[in-house]
């Protein structure tokens, strides 16, 4: 079966045609699934009931169910575990933030790159999320919330440049006119730094912001936290982001995670510094969010104050990210996994 909510109009609209239908049929299901975000056919009341049997036949319908939903109490983050239609589950974060609401989405179900401090990816990687999958995280969220999404964030468990040809279809559907139309500019994709999927990508020249998760300033440093660092260089990953502004303007955000005693110091900031200087971009100081399976702890408060401080006097845009969400499993893929140790028990 076809998986409808994952086809762009003209290609639901061929489809249709070839089933012997109007193709204004098309454009009435693509608006019932991606603006009025139905969840079945049976809610699309000026579709036929002949056309809407013939479509339950052809179509599979993604529609995600949450299992379980979380909420901290200290700022109204939401955490919601979906249940997808192989029972697998992913989780996907809501958050209120002045500018409007962001929701965080999972982009695979678990993860292959292995970086140390992240709980994703402890038990690999099971799949890559369809298109429909990642749309319907926030389709369903604002569902539950009756609010709308202003902002998505491509920052949950997985890797998007890992899952491409996937995320690429989602961000078109995502963006499309005749669906939510969230705005590229409010979308970010956050990678672990793949470099011929970044590349791919700034060749697209979307207005969407790309996310890379540094860590670390040297090599060296880099291997140990991410493996992927083995496979590409600093060098590389800081060409291809000038690639990225090169090809859409648009500013890179330099994810850099704090480490109390492994990438915090005086001499990391300077190296930091030294790398990201030539480039148009913004720093996202992440205190690490330490996960149970891992002896990583947070950096000192005065540490991390220091560290902004001397990115500031040099002149680079950074923002500490405020952990939202602490109470509530809030790093990547802890409530996945506590779900499941749960069910295996
Ligand atoms: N695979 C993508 C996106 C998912 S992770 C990537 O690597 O960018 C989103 C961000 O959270 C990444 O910067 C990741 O390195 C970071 N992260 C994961 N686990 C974390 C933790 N326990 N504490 C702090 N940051 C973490």
Same mark, same amino acid.
């Given at each position: 079966m076809t998986d409808i909510k994952s086809m762009t109009l003209d290609e639901l609209k061929a489809d249709i045609e070839a089933m012997?239908?109007?193709?204004f049929r098309a454009k009435q299901l693509y608006e019932w699934m991606h603006?009025? $975000? /139905? +969840? /079945?056919? &049976?809610? *699309?009341?000026? #579709?036929s009931a002949s056309l809407r049997e013939k479509c339950k036949e052809r179509y599979e319908y993604t529609a995600l169910r949450a299992i379980e939903i979380q909420e901290s109490a200290i700022d109204g983050t939401k955490k919601y575990l979906f249940e997808l239609s192989d029972g697998n589950v992913v989780e996907s974060v809501w958050m209120k933030y002045k500018h409007g609401n962001s929701v965080c989405i999972s /982009? %695979?179900?678990?993860? +292959? *790159?292995?970086?140390?401090?992240?709980?994703? =990816?402890? &038990? !690999? $990687?099971?799949r890559g999320l369809t298109p429909s999958e990642m749309l319907d995280q926030i389709y369903s969220i604002t569902l539950l919330t009756g609010e709308r999404v202003s902002n998505v964030v491509v *920052? !949950? =468990? !997985?890797?998007p440049l890992d899952n491409y040809e996937n995320l690429l279809r989602f961000l078109k559907l995502l963006t499309?006119?005749?669906? $939510? @139309? #969230?705005? %590229? +500019?409010?979308v970010t994709v956050s990678t672990c730094g793949i470099v011929p999927g970044m590349r791919e990508l700034a060749e697209r020249q979307l207005q969407i912001t790309l996310a890379l998760s $540094? @860590?670390? =300033? =040297?090599d060296e440093k880099r291997r140990k936290l991410m493996p992927i660092a083995n496979k590409y260089s600093i060098a590389e990953l800081m060409d291809a982001c000038g690639y990225y502004f090169e090809k859409t303007g648009r500013r890179i955000t330099f994810e850099y995670s704090l480490v109390g005693g492994v990438n915090d110091t005086k001499e990391d900031a300077e190296e930091l510094i030294r790398l990201v200087k030539p480039l148009n971009c913004h720093v996202n100081l992440i205190p690490v969010n330490p996960i149970k399976e891992r002896d990583f702890v947070q950096s000192e408060r005065e540490a991390i104050l220091a560290f902004k401080n001397k990115l500031e006097k040099n002149g680079i845009n950074v923002t500490i990210r405020r952990?939202?969400?602490?109470? #509530?499993?809030?790093?990547?893929?802890q409530l996945r996994r506590r779900h499941n140790k749960q069910r295996q028990q």
């Amino acid at each position: 079966m076809t998986d409808i909510k994952s086809m762009t109009l003209d290609e639901l609209k061929a489809d249709i045609e070839a089933m012997g239908e109007k193709s204004f049929r098309a454009k009435q299901l693509y608006e019932w699934m991606h603006k009025k $975000l /139905s +969840r /079945s056919f &049976d809610e *699309m009341t000026n #579709i036929s009931a002949s056309l809407r049997e013939k479509c339950k036949e052809r179509y599979e319908y993604t529609a995600l169910r949450a299992i379980e939903i979380q909420e901290s109490a200290i700022d109204g983050t939401k955490k919601y575990l979906f249940e997808l239609s192989d029972g697998n589950v992913v989780e996907s974060v809501w958050m209120k933030y002045k500018h409007g609401n962001s929701v965080c989405i999972s /982009s %695979q179900v678990g993860c +292959r *790159m292995g970086c140390a401090f992240c709980a994703s =990816t402890l &038990d !690999g $990687l099971e799949r890559g999320l369809t298109p429909s999958e990642m749309l319907d995280q926030i389709y369903s969220i604002t569902l539950l919330t009756g609010e709308r999404v202003s902002n998505v964030v491509v *920052m !949950g =468990t !997985g890797e998007p440049l890992d899952n491409y040809e996937n995320l690429l279809r989602f961000l078109k559907l995502l963006t499309c006119e005749e669906g $939510l @139309h #969230i705005s %590229q +500019r409010n979308v970010t994709v956050s990678t672990c730094g793949i470099v011929p999927g970044m590349r791919e990508l700034a060749e697209r020249q979307l207005q969407i912001t790309l996310a890379l998760s $540094l @860590h670390a =300033t =040297t090599d060296e440093k880099r291997r140990k936290l991410m493996p992927i660092a083995n496979k590409y260089s600093i060098a590389e990953l800081m060409d291809a982001c000038g690639y990225y502004f090169e090809k859409t303007g648009r500013r890179i955000t330099f994810e850099y995670s704090l480490v109390g005693g492994v990438n915090d110091t005086k001499e990391d900031a300077e190296e930091l510094i030294r790398l990201v200087k030539p480039l148009n971009c913004h720093v996202n100081l992440i205190p690490v969010n330490p996960i149970k399976e891992r002896d990583f702890v947070q950096s000192e408060r005065e540490a991390i104050l220091a560290f902004k401080n001397k990115l500031e006097k040099n002149g680079i845009n950074v923002t500490i990210r405020r952990e939202m969400g602490r109470d #509530i499993d809030g790093a990547c893929g802890q409530l996945r996994r506590r779900h499941n140790k749960q069910r295996q028990q």
